[in-house]
């Protein structure tokens, strides 16, 4: 029987994760997919809980707080990750923007990495 090994690839140009060897990311690779998001999609919802972290890679997403746009966001953001670590609810909606592309990884992956990967930096929220 043949081991699969996961493609570590997923995590190509990703800076959270510029400077980790293969080996060290392969845990993760399993738990991590890159997607391209249809405009309008929530990469989040204001008062649910996290059960995914997202990396933007490309394009844009616009946060909306109480029915209000406050910020965009651009390549190399990170949503969810300060919520998944604290288990509180996203104070705020994310909705993809035109040619957004992310990395998305299960809330449980990230909590590993955060754990597991030497010097891992949690992205400011």
Do not use: N
Request: net charge neutral; aromatic share 4%.
């Amino acid at each position: 029987m043949a081991r699969h090994r996961p493609d570590v690839s997923v995590f190509a140009g990703v800076r959270l994760f510029d400077g980790y060897p293969g080996r060290q990311l392969s845990p993760l690779a399993r738990h991590a997919d890159r997607l391209v998001v249809t405009p309008g999609t929530p990469l989040a919802r204001e008062g649910s809980h996290a059960h995914e972290v997202v990396v933007i890679l490309a394009g844009t997403a616009v946060v909306v707080r109480d029915g209000l746009a406050v910020a965009r966001l651009g390549p190399g953001d990170v949503v969810g990750a300060r919520e998944e670590l604290a288990g509180v609810p996203h104070e705020a909606t994310v909705l993809a923007g035109p040619g957004l592309s992310a990395l998305v990884l299960t809330g449980s992956a990230f909590r590993w990495a955060v754990r597991s990967l030497p010097g891992f930096e949690v992205p400011a929220a």
